[in-house]
């Protein structure tokens, strides 16, 4: 056995993922999604209720003016 090398033979195996853990990425998916949709309705609701405070003449306006509207 001069300069012979000897070769191993390594085994490989395949993984199947756990169910748990498929399940637990599609729950952070889902919570983001609705993290993002929160995030994108409460931009909007601000930007809709600044806009109502300048055109209505400031929020004491807006606030009287609502009232008004309400019949009180």
Do not use: R
Request: aromatic fraction near 6%; proline fraction near 1%; glycine fraction near 10%.
């Amino acid at each position: 056995m001069d300069n012979a090398q000897a070769k191993t033979a390594v085994k490989t195996s395949t993984t199947v993922h756990d169910i748990a853990h498929t399940d637990s990425e599609l729950y952070k998916v889902g919570m983001f999604t609705t993290a993002a949709f929160a995030a994108a309705v409460g931009a909007w609701g601000l930007v809709c209720l600044s806009s109502a405070v300048i055109q209505g003449g400031g929020p004491v306006n807006l606030i009287k003016n609502m009232f008004q509207a309400m019949g009180m």
